[in-house]
């Protein structure tokens, strides 16, 4: 029985460890962003930022184009239903 408890004792003792090893916080290096990287970012990001811009554009007058297009589909079919009644 005092076998058991003293290998039981040292395996408490041996998680403990474990555990405060593995909990400690990790030292990450220091991250460093050269100009150049961030004169590139900024580049993408603004060109990005253009082509959104240009996309909205598009998606803006294809909606126009949308409505417009219905509204001469509804203007028709109120002709060809007129046509048809008389």
Do not use: C, H, W
């Amino acid at each position: 029985m005092s076998m058991n408890y003293r290998a039981f004792s040292y395996g408490v003792a041996l998680f403990l460890a474990a555990q405060a090893v593995l909990s400690a916080p990790v030292m990450a290096e220091p991250v460093t962003v050269d100009s150049k990287t961030l004169e590139r970012l900024e580049n993408l990001i603004n060109t990005q930022q253009q082509q959104l811009e240009a996309l909205q554009q598009e998606v803006n007058q294809l909606k126009q184009a949308t409505t417009a297009a219905q509204s001469q589909a509804n203007e028709a079919k109120t002709i060809a239903d007129a046509a048809r009644a008389s």
